[in-house]
DNA sequence: AACGGCTTCAACCGCAGGGCG
DNA sequence: GCGCCCTGCGGTTGAAGCCGT
């Protein structure tokens, strides 16, 4: 981070917007004498000893109540990404990188869901730092950081290594506590978890694409209502973070590498590595977390 | 030292959804 | 059921700062 960590935006008073609505449509708190752009000091500190004092929320009448001459929003921005005292201020530590490139993987453009994960950690935070340093990493590796699947199609890729995807290491990614799970065809099929029968791109969700139920206007992933059972929702993820899973996966994984060192054709078989691996990954484990969920 | 291009990230926007009368 | 209000989310912007020449 540039503004450096603990230090208001206020100490760089003229960064930011500078009060001209010269972008996009008529902005929604365009009433004459709300200000713009970067928070000084003495409005932070307004804003946080006012919500300290009365709480969060009824942002709309906030900069009134508060004598704020900024909008709702801008306020309740403000708080959330860089007032609130529970957020960590600070780079991204390797761990929390590997964190959000699961959850990413799982959850999408998600930002909130995943922040909600990586405590201190804002939205805006993680989005600024997938589309600034993660979703490049994924680029330079081959990977679509929309999908995390590769760019290139299975029979151009480069790196025909027992691993089916480059190295994350020789990229510069942080090895993870365990091996990131990347997969080169993640099984699609919840009720068809040890085989894929249709290669390719299906039309029911992407792996790890949560899927909003508009009929509840909840988030489904793998059919599981991440809303209505937060409790399984979180048992899960508290199940992701913790590298039991994974390093359960690389265990897997390992006796694959070692197999294929026995196989005069291990190329070949690479392939059905993968798919096996990803099998593994989206059907019988992840699947099985959520699963064991409910029984 | 000066300059220009690139990167970063705080702050903005529009939109969607929930709650309420 | 409808409309209004409020909140929260994801995408986008652009000035500050960094870095190479």
Redesign the pocket.
């Known amino acids: 981070?540039?503004?450096p960590v603990g230090a208001?935006?206020?100490?760089?008073p003229?960064?930011?917007?500078?009060?001209?609505?010269?972008?996009?449509?008529?902005?929604?708190?365009?009433k004459m004498g709300v200000?713009?752009?970067?928070?000084t000091a003495e409005e932070d500190e307004v804003l946080s000893s006012y919500v300290r004092r009365e709480g969060?929320?009824?942002?709309?009448?906030?900069p009134k109540r508060a004598g704020l001459l900024?909008?709702?929003?801008?306020c309740?921005?403000?708080w959330?990404?860089?007032l609130r005292p529970s957020i960590k201020?600070g780079?991204i530590a390797p761990d929390e990188e590997d964190l959000i490139l699961r959850l990413h993987r799982l959850?999408?453009?998600?930002?909130?869901?995943?922040?909600?994960r990586i405590p201190g950690r804002?939205?805006?935070?993680i989005?600024?730092?997938w589309?600034?340093?993660l979703s490049?990493k994924l680029i330079s590796q081959g990977i679509d950081p929309r999908t995390h699947k590769p760019l290139v199609s299975s029979n151009h890729r480069p790196n025909h290594s027992n691993n089916p995807l480059p190295s994350l290491t020789s990229h510069g990614l942080h090895p993870p506590p365990a091996t990131l799970p990347y997969d080169l065809n993640p099984n699609p099929n919840p009720n068809n978890p040890t085989n894929n029968p249709n290669p390719e791109p299906n039309p029911s969700p992407a792996p790890g694409e949560v899927l909003?139920d508009?009929d509840?206007?909840?988030y489904l992933l793998h059919g599981v209502n991440l809303e209505q059972e937060d409790d399984v929702f979180s048992s899960f993820f508290d199940s992701l973070i913790n590298d039991d899973i994974f390093l359960q996966q690389h265990q897997h994984q390992n006796i694959i590498e070692s197999n294929g060192d026995n196989n005069e054709n291990s190329d070949k078989s690479n392939d059905q590595i993968a798919a096996m691996d990803s099998g593994f990954v989206f059907g019988s484990l992840w699947e099985g977390t959520i699963s064991s969920q409910f029984a």
């Open positions: 981070m540039k503004n208001s935006s206020s100490s760089l003229s960064r930011g917007r500078g009060g001209v609505g010269g972008r996009g449509a008529t902005p929604c708190c365009s200000k713009r752009g970067p928070w969060e929320g009824r942002w709309r009448t906030l900024r909008c709702g929003k801008s309740r921005l403000r959330m990404n860089y201020r780079p959850l999408g453009n998600r930002w909130s869901l995943i922040a909600g804002t939205d805006n935070e989005k600024n730092y589309n600034t340093h490049k909003r508009h509840h206007g909840n």
